[in-house]
């Protein structure tokens, strides 16, 4: 005996549970017939043999082909075992059996857990089927076991179960076929339709394609006054030839005689065709056949759905036979669900309900082109783009679409290109300005409209980001706004979801995230590491773009985590406080250290002075200064305030705060805020938020009331003159809340 068989014959020896009758071997296999003895129920012992007629000693065959260690042993039951059980492998008359013991491969099994547990797996399996337990009702009804079929059918099994009539009438629809090594793969959108069969042969690198129309036969199973009937009996696929097939369908109830009928009248009509010639058809006449099967329970894998598909592939031999004598082979073939949203759902694993929400991507470039394509290979499909630029060659560097534009074309055409083929087909474009759809009440109506749902800009301007804060559409509506860009050559990923009714907004979240540098040296650095500015491109001789310089790698790895954000809060529902993320690559290059930042409402102030001013205090910013002046008690206290001004939206947003120095001057009455070290101080919180924080203003507190004193007045008026044209910001903290006061010289 070879040595490989040795040692499999030395591990069955070994196994309790089983004994070893007969060895038999060849050049290519070891067959191992072994007894083994099946735990029966108690009211079974007597006879020996279960209800299901599984015996109380089952003999069995375990074969080693040559490729042992790699590939497992087949395992087989005798002739006559019974068929009527549920996880039988497809079966042939006369051929011994094969239980399926194993939901994936047994080679994985094997080489997973070894050549014990396969065998205490066939164990098992005869317990359960001697007691009737092999299917679980509870779980589901086990589809009928298929393997190595020969055809495959792309069709949608929730369409087919709602057109196929009730009363067993056959459907005949057309399809398409392409047959490449003898498998058939087949494709049909169910539209009834009868068509001839066809079969034109194509040749490629690798030999030949064959490829025509072919026709689809779908019935229901019926009882006796044409009522879909429940089939409860499990039976193994046993289908080869005509006969069986006509033997199955008449077992569940199927029309058989019409469905020979329609078969031989698409047979004759397509032999007959004058522009073909029917013996030169190397595969055949083909045709698929799909019976309906209603099951007492729903189908494993197939949740809500309790209808069974058995399509099966019929090839008529013509080159060698007689036309008349209609002679076929027929086949089990798989069912594959066409490509659908639902199935993009279900593949992911997603609740199909968050699926439909509305999401509007603004900007459609190599962020949001990969966040979007991610979103829609999910299942979601309900988006909208809005992007006024089209593709040009460079940006096929790292955008998710592979579409070389040689003539012009609009990033939003290219995107709802992509997202046609994963089957979203109720997706909008809008090739225009998205500040104007921000600003326009009409046009922000159209594109965005009224819905519950998502916007995500992913643009990385700064023109957007004001737009934003301006629209005073956006204030009103019900859309939730999440922005995400990118930051130092990618080094740095962002993601900001604004808060409920913008109770915190875009820019309030941004100030944040630089005020957030000056702690967080990693963050600090990753934004401004080198060459963090767009850097011109030239992507022709007399032509040039600003862009930042990355790879599609960084993005990509980026957009993932960024979608997989946004669908963790579509699937929870959106936090009603604003959120602010950031993703600091790790020093080797590969790992992402992410940190989520919960932001509370921010106050805010509205000021009449110098013209008028919105004064955002946010909220860390407040709870710092109440902290404070609470410490403090009835002793004023105080402090200077970094913010971000900006004169577009005339808003000073208060991001930050250095503590007073030890000079200050702390008092009942007063509050003198000191200067040692002061000036130092405010130019490195300048400089560690980037430049983006600068000193605005001060604050003091109130502890018994009232709003600015004359003293604060003339402090702030000095302060003011000393900013140079900038607002300067003087707020109190008093028990009740904040008072603000702007003065500009």
Partial sequence: MKPIFEDAIMQLQRHHGLQICNV??????????????????????VNGKSVTGVLAVEP???CFTKDWPLKAPSIKL????PLNLPHINPHKPGHLVSPCLFEGSLDEMLHRFGLDRIVDQLIEWLRSAAADQLINMEQGWEPTRRDDCPGTIVFSAEKAIAEVPMDGTILTVNGFYVSVDDHVHGYSELLPKEANFTQNICEINTGKVVSGNIQMFLARAVDAARFPQIVSTYQPESVHDLDSLKTRAQELGIDIDTLLEKLDTYYRCSV????????????GLLAFVVLLVQRPAQIVGSPGRDVELLPYLIRYELSSNPLAERKAEVTPAFHTHILSPA????ASGIDPVNTSIPIVLLGCGSLGSKVALHMGRAGFGKLTFVDNESLSPHNLARHAVIKNPSVYLPKVESMQDAFRQLSHNNTRGFDEDITQVLLQRDHF???IGCESGVILDTTASLKVLVAETMSEQLDSSSMRLIRSSMYGQGRCTVIMLEGSDRSCRVDDLVSYLFDQCRENVTLRQAINGERSDPTRLFVGDNCRSLTTLMPDSKVSKAAALVTEQIQNWLADGLPTE?????????????????FDIVVEPSIVLEVNDDGGWHIRVLNHVAQAIDKDARHWGNIETGGAILGHVDFQTKTIILAGLVFAPLDSVREPLRFVLGTEGLISALRQANED?????????????HPMGGSHSGIDKATLLKIAQDAGGLPAVSLIWTPSGFNCAVERW
């Avoid at 938020?689 to 507190?701: A, D, Q, R």
Wanted: glycine share 6%; net charge negative.
């Fill in 24 to 45: 038999t071997e060849d050049d290519t296999t070891c067959i191992v017939d072994v007894n083994i003895k099946v735990p029966l129920p108690s009211r079974a012992k």
């Fill in 60 to 62: 069995c065959v375990i």
């Fill in 78 to 81: 005798r002739k006559d075992f």
């Fill in 272 to 283: 007959m065709q004058v522009d073909q010639d029917c013996r030169s058809w190397s595969q």
């Fill in 343 to 346: 199935l993009l759902t279900k």
């Fill in 445 to 447: 109506n159209e594109v």
């Fill in 578 to 594: 604003g959120h602010l993320i950031f993703g600091v690559e790790e020093p080797n290059k590969i790992g992402i250290r992410w």
């Fill in 689 to 701: 938020s980037i430049g983006y924080l600068m000193f605005v203003g001060t604050w003091h507190s």
